[in-house]
Protein backbone atom coordinates (compact mmCIF):
# COMPACT_ATOMS: atom_id res chain seq x y z
CA UNK A 1 0.00 0.00 0.00
CA UNK A 2 1.21 3.35 -0.79
CA UNK A 3 2.08 5.87 1.78
CA UNK A 4 1.74 9.97 0.90
CA UNK A 5 5.05 11.22 1.39
CA UNK A 6 4.47 14.42 3.45
CA UNK A 7 8.57 15.12 4.21
CA UNK A 8 8.38 16.75 0.24
CA UNK A 9 6.73 19.86 -1.24
CA UNK A 10 3.21 19.59 -3.08
CA UNK A 11 3.35 21.13 -6.61
CA UNK A 12 0.89 21.48 -8.96
CA UNK A 13 0.96 22.42 -12.43
CA UNK A 14 -1.79 23.82 -14.23
CA UNK A 15 -2.54 24.09 -18.26
CA UNK A 16 0.23 21.13 -17.46
CA UNK A 17 0.39 20.22 -21.58
CA UNK A 18 2.59 17.02 -21.19
CA UNK A 19 4.41 17.93 -18.28
CA UNK A 20 7.97 19.62 -18.60
CA UNK A 21 7.93 22.18 -15.98
CA UNK A 22 6.54 19.58 -13.48
CA UNK A 23 9.21 17.40 -14.90
CA UNK A 24 12.14 19.64 -13.93
CA UNK A 25 10.60 20.24 -10.48
CA UNK A 26 10.57 16.46 -9.56
CA UNK A 27 13.60 15.66 -10.95
CA UNK A 28 15.48 18.42 -8.80
CA UNK A 29 17.60 16.93 -6.49
CA UNK A 30 18.94 18.65 -3.16
CA UNK A 31 21.50 17.09 -1.26
CA UNK A 32 20.36 13.66 -2.31
CA UNK A 33 16.69 14.52 -2.00
CA UNK A 34 14.17 15.08 -4.25
CA UNK A 35 12.46 17.49 -2.45
CA UNK A 36 9.22 18.68 -4.90
CA UNK A 37 6.25 16.33 -5.51
CA UNK A 38 3.64 16.53 -8.15
CA UNK A 39 0.43 16.45 -5.99
CA UNK A 40 -1.58 17.77 -8.99
CA UNK A 41 -1.77 18.29 -13.00
CA UNK A 42 -4.45 19.42 -14.65
CA UNK A 43 -4.63 19.13 -18.66
CA UNK A 44 -7.81 19.30 -21.34
CA UNK A 45 -5.94 17.67 -24.49
CA UNK A 46 -6.98 13.76 -23.75
CA UNK A 47 -3.89 12.93 -25.42
CA UNK A 48 -1.12 15.27 -23.76
CA UNK A 49 -3.09 14.05 -20.75
CA UNK A 50 -2.28 10.31 -21.22
CA UNK A 51 1.45 11.63 -21.79
CA UNK A 52 0.76 12.59 -18.34
CA UNK A 53 -0.59 9.60 -16.76
CA UNK A 54 2.66 7.71 -17.81
CA UNK A 55 5.09 9.55 -16.73
CA UNK A 56 3.52 9.72 -13.30
CA UNK A 57 2.98 6.29 -13.42
CA UNK A 58 7.59 6.27 -14.03
CA UNK A 59 7.74 8.65 -10.80
CA UNK A 60 5.56 6.44 -8.39
CA UNK A 61 8.78 4.59 -8.06
CA UNK A 62 12.78 5.37 -7.26
CA UNK A 63 14.84 5.51 -10.25
CA UNK A 64 16.63 2.51 -10.56
CA UNK A 65 13.25 0.85 -9.48
CA UNK A 66 11.11 1.79 -12.07
CA UNK A 67 9.53 -1.76 -13.14
CA UNK A 68 10.84 -3.60 -16.11
CA UNK A 69 7.43 -3.49 -17.30
CA UNK A 70 7.36 0.22 -18.50
CA UNK A 71 10.40 -0.70 -20.47
CA UNK A 72 8.27 -2.97 -22.15
CA UNK A 73 5.83 -0.70 -22.79
CA UNK A 74 7.97 1.62 -24.49
CA UNK A 75 9.83 -1.21 -27.19
CA UNK A 76 6.19 -2.99 -27.44
CA UNK A 77 5.00 -0.86 -30.43
CA UNK A 78 3.62 -3.76 -32.17
CA UNK A 79 0.80 -3.70 -29.58
CA UNK A 80 -1.71 -1.02 -30.01
CA UNK A 81 -1.43 1.55 -27.71
CA UNK A 82 -4.36 1.36 -25.36
CA UNK A 83 -3.73 -2.42 -24.83
CA UNK A 84 -0.30 -1.76 -23.51
CA UNK A 85 -1.66 0.84 -21.19
CA UNK A 86 -4.00 -1.25 -19.98
CA UNK A 87 -1.65 -4.22 -19.29
CA UNK A 88 0.89 -1.77 -17.46
CA UNK A 89 -1.56 -0.44 -15.23
CA UNK A 90 -3.98 -3.47 -14.78
CA UNK A 91 -0.46 -4.69 -13.17
CA UNK A 92 0.39 -1.81 -10.55
CA UNK A 93 -3.37 -1.09 -9.21
CA UNK A 94 -1.59 0.87 -5.94
CA UNK A 95 0.57 2.68 -8.33
CA UNK A 96 -2.37 3.95 -10.96
CA UNK A 97 -4.49 4.67 -7.93
CA UNK A 98 -2.00 7.16 -7.39
CA UNK A 99 -1.33 8.05 -10.86
CA UNK A 100 -5.53 8.93 -11.43
CA UNK A 101 -5.21 11.06 -8.73
CA UNK A 102 -2.41 13.09 -9.68
CA UNK A 103 -2.83 13.11 -13.48
CA UNK A 104 -6.23 14.87 -14.34
CA UNK A 105 -8.21 15.96 -17.53
CA UNK A 106 -9.91 19.11 -17.13
CA UNK A 107 -10.46 22.49 -18.64
CA UNK A 108 -10.33 25.73 -16.77
CA UNK A 109 -13.07 27.60 -17.42
CA UNK A 110 -15.27 25.51 -18.77
CA UNK A 111 -15.63 22.09 -16.57
CA UNK A 112 -16.91 22.29 -12.35
CA UNK A 113 -15.05 25.07 -10.45
CA UNK A 114 -16.14 23.13 -7.41
CA UNK A 115 -14.94 19.84 -8.33
CA UNK A 116 -11.26 21.25 -9.32
CA UNK A 117 -11.06 22.91 -6.38
CA UNK A 118 -11.49 19.90 -4.03
CA UNK A 119 -9.22 18.36 -5.82
CA UNK A 120 -6.70 21.15 -4.90
CA UNK A 121 -7.78 20.97 -1.25
CA UNK A 122 -7.18 17.10 -1.20
CA UNK A 123 -3.90 17.12 -3.54
CA UNK A 124 -2.49 19.60 -0.43
CA UNK A 125 -3.50 18.57 2.66
CA UNK A 126 -3.23 22.28 4.49
CA UNK A 127 0.79 22.50 3.12
CA UNK A 128 2.51 25.40 1.93
CA UNK A 129 3.25 24.62 -1.82
CA UNK A 130 3.98 25.45 -5.10
CA UNK A 131 1.87 26.44 -8.12
CA UNK A 132 3.61 26.14 -11.56
CA UNK A 133 2.01 26.64 -14.82
CA UNK A 134 0.77 29.17 -17.92
CA UNK A 135 -2.37 29.34 -19.51
CA UNK A 136 -2.09 28.63 -23.41
CA UNK A 137 -0.34 30.90 -25.20
CA UNK A 138 -2.02 30.77 -28.63
CA UNK A 139 -3.51 34.08 -28.84
CA UNK A 140 -0.80 35.72 -27.77
CA UNK A 141 1.72 34.65 -30.02
CA UNK A 142 2.85 37.14 -32.42
CA UNK A 143 2.43 34.42 -35.26
CA UNK A 144 -1.04 33.84 -33.34
CA UNK A 145 -1.55 37.14 -33.36
CA UNK A 146 -0.93 37.78 -37.18
CA UNK A 147 -3.26 34.85 -38.13
CA UNK A 148 -6.05 36.29 -36.12
CA UNK A 149 -6.14 39.85 -37.69
CA UNK A 150 -6.37 38.15 -41.15
CA UNK A 151 -9.91 36.81 -39.65
CA UNK A 152 -12.46 39.38 -40.06
CA UNK A 153 -15.00 37.53 -37.85
CA UNK A 154 -11.99 37.34 -34.88
CA UNK A 155 -12.89 39.20 -31.90
CA UNK A 156 -9.78 39.47 -29.04
CA UNK A 157 -12.10 40.04 -26.12
CA UNK A 158 -14.17 37.11 -27.38
CA UNK A 159 -11.35 35.01 -27.26
CA UNK A 160 -11.59 32.71 -24.26
CA UNK A 161 -7.95 32.25 -24.16
CA UNK A 162 -7.47 36.30 -23.30
CA UNK A 163 -8.72 35.47 -20.49
CA UNK A 164 -7.61 31.93 -18.71
CA UNK A 165 -5.25 33.33 -16.93
CA UNK A 166 -8.03 35.04 -14.57
CA UNK A 167 -8.59 30.88 -14.09
CA UNK A 168 -4.92 31.19 -12.75
CA UNK A 169 -5.41 33.82 -10.49
CA UNK A 170 -8.38 32.66 -8.93
CA UNK A 171 -6.75 28.95 -8.06
CA UNK A 172 -3.85 31.81 -6.26
CA UNK A 173 -6.53 33.82 -4.49
CA UNK A 174 -8.45 31.06 -2.95
CA UNK A 175 -5.39 28.43 -2.29
CA UNK A 176 -2.65 30.75 -1.60
CA UNK A 177 0.62 28.63 -2.95
CA UNK A 178 3.65 30.32 -1.03
CA UNK A 179 5.08 30.32 -4.63
CA UNK A 180 4.16 30.55 -7.96
CA UNK A 181 5.63 30.40 -11.53
CA UNK A 182 4.13 31.71 -14.71
CA UNK A 183 5.02 30.61 -17.68
CA UNK A 184 4.07 32.08 -21.26
CA UNK A 185 5.19 32.81 -24.52
CA UNK A 186 7.29 36.59 -25.48
CA UNK A 187 4.37 37.82 -27.63
CA UNK A 188 2.40 38.01 -24.25
CA UNK A 189 4.84 41.06 -23.81
CA UNK A 190 3.10 43.22 -26.75
CA UNK A 191 -0.02 41.86 -26.87
CA UNK A 192 -3.21 44.35 -26.00
CA UNK A 193 -6.61 43.66 -25.04
CA UNK A 194 -8.92 46.62 -25.76
CA UNK A 195 -5.80 49.18 -26.10
CA UNK A 196 -4.35 48.24 -23.02
CA UNK A 197 -0.91 46.28 -22.77
CA UNK A 198 -1.83 42.33 -21.38
CA UNK A 199 1.38 41.92 -19.35
CA UNK A 200 0.69 45.37 -17.81
CA UNK A 201 -2.89 44.57 -16.37
CA UNK A 202 -1.63 41.02 -15.58
CA UNK A 203 1.53 42.16 -13.74
CA UNK A 204 -0.86 44.54 -11.41
CA UNK A 205 -3.44 41.52 -11.05
CA UNK A 206 -0.75 38.50 -10.01
CA UNK A 207 0.04 41.02 -7.34
CA UNK A 208 -3.00 41.26 -5.72
CA UNK A 209 -5.40 38.66 -7.09
CA UNK A 210 -8.34 38.71 -5.01
CA UNK A 211 -8.58 42.50 -5.97
CA UNK A 212 -8.48 41.37 -9.85
CA UNK A 213 -11.53 38.93 -9.05
CA UNK A 214 -13.69 41.75 -7.58
CA UNK A 215 -12.97 44.42 -10.67
CA UNK A 216 -13.90 41.06 -12.91
CA UNK A 217 -16.84 40.19 -10.72
CA UNK A 218 -15.95 36.52 -10.55
CA UNK A 219 -17.53 34.58 -7.67
CA UNK A 220 -14.58 34.38 -4.88
CA UNK A 221 -14.46 31.92 -2.41
CA UNK A 222 -13.02 32.83 1.17
CA UNK A 223 -9.78 31.59 0.73
CA UNK A 224 -8.53 28.92 2.44
CA UNK A 225 -6.24 30.10 4.86
CA UNK A 226 -7.86 33.12 5.26
CA UNK A 227 -4.65 34.13 7.84
CA UNK A 228 -2.15 34.16 4.86
CA UNK A 229 -1.25 37.03 2.56
CA UNK A 230 -2.99 37.21 -0.44
CA UNK A 231 -0.79 39.59 -1.79
CA UNK A 232 2.22 38.72 -4.15
CA UNK A 233 5.81 40.73 -4.87
CA UNK A 234 6.91 39.59 -8.74
CA UNK A 235 10.53 38.74 -9.77
CA UNK A 236 12.22 38.37 -12.80
CA UNK A 237 14.36 34.99 -13.13
CA UNK A 238 17.13 37.16 -15.12
CA UNK A 239 17.31 39.93 -12.86
CA UNK A 240 17.96 40.19 -9.14
CA UNK A 241 15.54 42.18 -7.05
CA UNK A 242 11.65 43.34 -7.21
CA UNK A 243 11.07 44.98 -9.97
CA UNK A 244 9.96 48.21 -9.21
CA UNK A 245 9.98 50.37 -12.48
CA UNK A 246 7.78 47.48 -14.29
CA UNK A 247 10.40 46.58 -17.72
CA UNK A 248 8.72 43.85 -19.96
CA UNK A 249 12.43 42.62 -21.24
CA UNK A 250 13.15 41.31 -17.40
CA UNK A 251 11.15 39.02 -17.74
CA UNK A 252 11.57 37.50 -21.23
CA UNK A 253 14.61 34.55 -20.67
CA UNK A 254 15.99 33.68 -23.47
CA UNK A 255 16.40 29.70 -22.46
CA UNK A 256 19.80 29.39 -24.86
CA UNK A 257 22.00 31.15 -22.69
CA UNK A 258 21.35 28.93 -19.70
CA UNK A 259 21.90 25.88 -21.23
CA UNK A 260 18.98 25.08 -23.25
CA UNK A 261 19.88 23.88 -27.20
CA UNK A 262 17.51 26.16 -28.57
CA UNK A 263 16.76 30.06 -28.86
CA UNK A 264 13.35 29.48 -27.40
CA UNK A 265 12.12 32.71 -25.44
CA UNK A 266 9.55 33.16 -23.07
CA UNK A 267 8.08 34.96 -20.26
CA UNK A 268 8.64 33.50 -16.85
CA UNK A 269 7.23 35.55 -13.78
CA UNK A 270 8.27 34.03 -10.19
CA UNK A 271 5.52 35.29 -7.26
CA UNK A 272 6.31 34.32 -3.93
CA UNK A 273 3.66 35.53 -1.45
CA UNK A 274 4.18 38.81 0.63
CA UNK A 275 4.16 37.57 4.12
CA UNK A 276 7.00 34.70 2.98
CA UNK A 277 9.14 37.62 1.54
CA UNK A 278 8.94 40.58 4.70
CA UNK A 279 9.18 38.22 7.12
CA UNK A 280 12.04 36.31 6.19
CA UNK A 281 13.85 39.29 3.83
CA UNK A 282 14.78 36.97 1.43
CA UNK A 283 15.85 37.87 -2.04
CA UNK A 284 15.18 35.09 -4.39
CA UNK A 285 18.17 33.88 -7.12
CA UNK A 286 18.49 34.10 -10.60
CA UNK A 287 19.06 31.39 -13.26
CA UNK A 288 22.66 31.16 -13.61
CA UNK A 289 24.18 32.26 -17.16
CA UNK A 290 26.24 29.30 -18.79
CA UNK A 291 27.72 28.82 -22.06
CA UNK A 292 25.48 27.62 -25.49
CA UNK A 293 24.70 24.56 -26.24
CA UNK A 294 24.50 23.29 -30.03
CA UNK A 295 21.90 21.88 -31.73
CA UNK A 296 24.34 18.69 -32.93
CA UNK A 297 25.21 17.81 -29.20
CA UNK A 298 22.00 16.71 -28.59
CA UNK A 299 20.74 15.02 -32.23
CA UNK A 300 24.13 14.00 -33.68
CA UNK A 301 24.09 10.60 -31.77
CA UNK A 302 20.49 9.37 -32.80
CA UNK A 303 20.31 6.61 -35.12
CA UNK A 304 20.08 8.09 -38.63
CA UNK A 305 16.88 7.87 -40.87
CA UNK A 306 15.45 8.90 -44.04
CA UNK A 307 12.51 10.61 -45.11
CA UNK A 308 9.55 9.15 -46.36
CA UNK A 309 8.02 10.06 -49.69
CA UNK A 310 4.09 11.16 -49.52
CA UNK A 311 1.69 10.62 -52.45
CA UNK A 312 3.37 7.62 -53.92
CA UNK A 313 5.15 4.50 -53.29
CA UNK A 314 7.60 4.49 -50.31
CA UNK A 315 10.76 2.46 -50.01
CA UNK A 316 14.52 3.15 -49.25
CA UNK A 317 15.27 2.13 -53.22
CA UNK A 318 11.95 4.62 -54.15
CA UNK A 319 13.46 7.28 -51.92
CA UNK A 320 16.76 6.84 -53.17
CA UNK A 321 16.23 6.87 -56.63
CA UNK A 322 14.01 10.04 -56.49
CA UNK A 323 16.96 11.63 -54.86
CA UNK A 324 19.36 10.62 -57.52
CA UNK A 325 17.07 12.65 -60.39
CA UNK A 326 18.34 15.41 -58.94
CA UNK A 327 20.98 15.13 -60.58
CA UNK A 328 19.46 16.12 -63.60
CA UNK A 329 17.75 19.05 -62.48
CA UNK A 330 18.75 22.51 -63.47
CA UNK A 331 19.34 23.69 -60.24
CA UNK A 332 21.44 21.12 -59.61
CA UNK A 333 23.61 21.21 -62.76
CA UNK A 334 23.82 24.77 -62.90
CA UNK A 335 22.97 26.12 -59.49
CA UNK A 336 22.12 30.14 -59.13
CA UNK A 337 24.30 30.23 -56.10
CA UNK A 338 26.03 33.79 -57.29
CA UNK A 339 29.62 32.04 -58.43
CA UNK A 340 29.94 30.11 -54.62
CA UNK A 341 30.71 27.03 -56.37
CA UNK A 342 31.49 25.18 -52.57
CA UNK A 343 27.65 24.77 -52.37
CA UNK A 344 27.84 22.90 -55.61
CA UNK A 345 30.70 20.73 -54.65
CA UNK A 346 28.45 19.89 -51.24
CA UNK A 347 25.56 19.05 -53.31
CA UNK A 348 27.72 16.24 -55.99
CA UNK A 349 29.41 15.15 -52.54
CA UNK A 350 26.26 13.99 -50.32
CA UNK A 351 24.19 12.94 -53.40
CA UNK A 352 27.10 11.13 -54.00
CA UNK A 353 26.55 9.68 -50.17
CA UNK A 354 23.43 9.15 -50.88
CA UNK A 355 23.76 6.58 -53.50
CA UNK A 356 26.68 4.58 -52.22
CA UNK A 357 25.01 4.39 -48.26
CA UNK A 358 23.40 1.65 -46.64
CA UNK A 359 19.89 1.85 -46.72
CA UNK A 360 18.15 3.60 -44.31
CA UNK A 361 14.61 3.18 -42.95
CA UNK A 362 12.32 5.81 -41.43
CA UNK A 363 12.97 4.78 -37.69
CA UNK A 364 9.88 3.74 -35.86
CA UNK A 365 8.24 4.49 -32.54
CA UNK A 366 10.78 2.55 -30.95
CA UNK A 367 14.12 1.45 -32.45
CA UNK A 368 17.09 -0.71 -30.93
CA UNK A 369 20.36 1.18 -31.08
CA UNK A 370 22.75 2.01 -28.51
CA UNK A 371 22.36 5.57 -28.48
CA UNK A 372 24.50 8.77 -27.31
CA UNK A 373 24.70 12.15 -26.32
CA UNK A 374 27.51 15.13 -26.34
CA UNK A 375 24.96 16.92 -23.31
CA UNK A 376 24.43 15.85 -19.56
CA UNK A 377 24.33 12.26 -20.68
CA UNK A 378 22.88 11.66 -17.01
CA UNK A 379 19.97 13.43 -17.80
CA UNK A 380 18.98 12.27 -21.12
CA UNK A 381 20.12 8.43 -21.51
CA UNK A 382 18.52 5.68 -19.92
CA UNK A 383 20.47 2.34 -20.88
CA UNK A 384 17.13 0.14 -19.86
CA UNK A 385 15.09 1.62 -23.06
CA UNK A 386 17.36 0.05 -25.28
CA UNK A 387 16.78 2.37 -27.88
CA UNK A 388 15.30 5.40 -29.20
CA UNK A 389 11.39 6.25 -28.94
CA UNK A 390 9.40 8.49 -30.77
CA UNK A 391 11.72 8.30 -33.69
CA UNK A 392 9.90 8.24 -36.73
CA UNK A 393 10.01 10.49 -39.69
CA UNK A 394 7.76 12.07 -41.90
CA UNK A 395 6.62 11.19 -45.49
CA UNK A 396 7.52 14.53 -48.10
CA UNK A 397 6.45 15.70 -51.13
CA UNK A 398 9.51 15.17 -53.46
CA UNK A 399 9.84 19.20 -54.39
CA UNK A 400 10.32 19.55 -50.60
CA UNK A 401 12.92 16.72 -50.30
CA UNK A 402 14.48 18.53 -53.27
CA UNK A 403 14.38 21.68 -50.99
CA UNK A 404 15.27 20.17 -47.70
CA UNK A 405 18.23 18.85 -49.41
CA UNK A 406 19.02 22.11 -50.84
CA UNK A 407 18.68 24.02 -47.87
CA UNK A 408 20.96 21.53 -45.78
CA UNK A 409 24.03 21.88 -48.30
CA UNK A 410 23.60 25.60 -48.48
CA UNK A 411 23.50 25.64 -44.47
CA UNK A 412 26.61 23.53 -44.14
CA UNK A 413 28.51 25.62 -46.59
CA UNK A 414 27.28 29.00 -45.60
CA UNK A 415 26.62 28.93 -42.02
CA UNK A 416 23.44 29.98 -42.26
CA UNK A 417 19.87 28.36 -43.35
CA UNK A 418 19.06 29.78 -46.98
CA UNK A 419 16.31 32.92 -47.18
CA UNK A 420 14.16 32.19 -50.10
CA UNK A 421 15.87 34.32 -52.02
CA UNK A 422 18.50 32.23 -51.67
CA UNK A 423 17.01 28.69 -53.54
CA UNK A 424 17.59 28.65 -57.18
CA UNK A 425 13.97 29.56 -59.18
CA UNK A 426 13.38 26.46 -59.93
CA UNK A 427 13.34 25.11 -56.23
CA UNK A 428 11.08 27.89 -54.95
CA UNK A 429 7.44 26.90 -54.20
CA UNK A 430 4.62 28.38 -56.17
CA UNK A 431 3.06 30.26 -54.16
CA UNK A 432 2.60 34.18 -54.23
CA UNK A 433 4.60 34.17 -50.45
CA UNK A 434 7.68 32.69 -51.88
CA UNK A 435 7.45 35.08 -55.11
CA UNK A 436 7.04 38.06 -52.66
CA UNK A 437 10.28 36.92 -50.65
CA UNK A 438 12.52 36.07 -54.15
CA UNK A 439 11.60 39.60 -54.53
CA UNK A 440 13.18 40.93 -51.57
CA UNK A 441 10.19 41.21 -50.05
CA UNK A 442 10.55 40.58 -46.27
CA UNK A 443 7.10 38.16 -46.07
CA UNK A 444 8.07 34.51 -43.92
CA UNK A 445 11.75 34.79 -46.42
CA UNK A 446 12.72 31.96 -44.29
CA UNK A 447 9.98 29.47 -44.75
CA UNK A 448 12.32 26.73 -45.41
CA UNK A 449 14.86 26.73 -41.93
CA UNK A 450 17.69 24.62 -41.19
CA UNK A 451 18.39 23.30 -37.63
CA UNK A 452 22.15 24.14 -37.68
CA UNK A 453 24.45 21.79 -36.01
CA UNK A 454 26.78 24.04 -34.50
CA UNK A 455 24.49 26.50 -32.74
CA UNK A 456 21.16 26.54 -30.94
CA UNK A 457 18.34 25.31 -33.01
CA UNK A 458 15.55 28.26 -33.02
CA UNK A 459 12.10 27.59 -30.95
CA UNK A 460 10.71 24.64 -31.01
CA UNK A 461 6.42 25.06 -31.27
CA UNK A 462 3.87 23.57 -31.70
CA UNK A 463 3.81 24.23 -36.12
CA UNK A 464 6.20 21.59 -35.54
CA UNK A 465 2.99 18.98 -36.37
CA UNK A 466 2.16 21.03 -39.47
CA UNK A 467 5.16 21.08 -41.29
CA UNK A 468 9.00 20.36 -41.18
CA UNK A 469 9.58 23.31 -43.37
CA UNK A 470 10.87 25.41 -39.98
CA UNK A 471 12.98 22.19 -39.29
CA UNK A 472 14.97 20.38 -41.71
CA UNK A 473 17.82 18.30 -40.38
CA UNK A 474 20.79 20.01 -40.83
CA UNK A 475 22.43 16.67 -42.52
CA UNK A 476 21.56 16.77 -46.07
CA UNK A 477 22.40 12.33 -46.58
CA UNK A 478 19.00 11.96 -44.01
CA UNK A 479 17.11 14.49 -45.90
CA UNK A 480 14.21 15.24 -44.08
CA UNK A 481 12.88 17.42 -40.89
CA UNK A 482 13.21 16.82 -37.05
CA UNK A 483 11.67 13.67 -35.62
CA UNK A 484 9.46 14.06 -32.41
CA UNK A 485 12.15 12.43 -30.71
CA UNK A 486 14.80 14.86 -32.02
CA UNK A 487 12.67 18.14 -31.20
CA UNK A 488 12.46 16.31 -27.40
CA UNK A 489 15.99 16.51 -27.00
CA UNK A 490 16.11 20.12 -28.18
CA UNK A 491 12.92 20.57 -25.29
CA UNK A 492 15.47 18.77 -23.28
CA UNK A 493 13.01 15.58 -22.27
CA UNK A 494 14.97 12.46 -20.87
CA UNK A 495 14.94 10.12 -23.86
CA UNK A 496 12.53 7.94 -21.23
CA UNK A 497 9.95 10.05 -21.68
CA UNK A 498 7.24 8.75 -24.23
CA UNK A 499 4.89 11.07 -25.36
CA UNK A 500 1.57 8.64 -26.58
CA UNK A 501 -0.50 9.15 -29.42
CA UNK A 502 -0.12 10.37 -33.16
CA UNK A 503 2.57 11.49 -34.17
CA UNK A 504 0.60 14.87 -35.00
CA UNK A 505 -0.28 14.93 -31.07
CA UNK A 506 3.25 13.69 -30.05
CA UNK A 507 4.75 17.08 -31.96
CA UNK A 508 2.23 19.59 -30.40
CA UNK A 509 2.60 18.32 -26.83
CA UNK A 510 6.51 18.93 -27.26
CA UNK A 511 6.56 22.16 -28.84
CA UNK A 512 3.97 23.41 -26.00
CA UNK A 513 6.21 22.33 -23.31
CA UNK A 514 8.72 23.61 -21.26
CA UNK A 515 12.01 22.67 -21.44
CA UNK A 516 12.30 20.47 -18.33
CA UNK A 517 16.34 21.14 -17.83
CA UNK A 518 15.14 24.86 -17.20
CA UNK A 519 12.43 23.88 -15.01
CA UNK A 520 15.06 22.40 -12.97
CA UNK A 521 16.78 25.09 -12.83
CA UNK A 522 14.04 27.30 -12.09
CA UNK A 523 13.06 24.35 -9.00
CA UNK A 524 16.61 25.37 -7.51
CA UNK A 525 15.61 28.84 -7.33
CA UNK A 526 12.27 28.02 -5.50
CA UNK A 527 13.45 26.09 -3.07
CA UNK A 528 16.26 28.00 -2.06
CA UNK A 529 13.33 30.84 -1.39
CA UNK A 530 11.64 27.93 0.45
CA UNK A 531 14.79 26.80 2.16
CA UNK A 532 15.15 30.22 3.95
CA UNK A 533 11.96 30.99 4.75
CA UNK A 534 11.42 27.63 6.75
CA UNK A 535 9.11 25.76 4.57
CA UNK A 536 11.52 23.18 2.67
CA UNK A 537 11.49 19.96 4.57
Not at 317 to 332: G, Q, T, V, Y
Request: net charge neutral; proline share 6%.
Amino acid sequence: MLVRDTTKIPVIDLFAGPGGLGEGFSAYNYSGEQPFQIKLSIEKDPVAHQTLELRSFFRQFPHDKVPDAYYDYLRQVDIPEDERRKKLFSRYPEEYKQVKQEARRAELGEDDPHTIHKWIQDALEGCEWVLIGGPPCQAYSVVGRSRNRGNSDYQAENDHRQYLYLEYLQIIAEHQPAIFVMENVKGLLSATLKNQYIFARMYEDLQEPKKALKREDRPFRSPVHASKSCRYKLYSLIKSGEISNLNLSDFAVHMEYFGIPQARHRVIILGIREDIIDINDIKPKTLKPQSTVAAGKVLSRLPKVRSGLSREEDSADAWRNRLDKMAECSWFVSPQTEGNGKIHEKLDTALKEIRHSVDLDRGGEFISYDTGIDYEPGWFLDSRIEGVCNHTTRGHMVSDLYRYFYAACFAEIEGQSPKLENFPTDLLPAHKNAKRAANGKPLFSDRFRVQIGDRPATTVTSHISKDGHYYIHHDPTQCRSLTVREAARLQTFPDNYFFCGPRTSQYVQVGNAVPPLLARQIADIVHNVLKRAGVSP
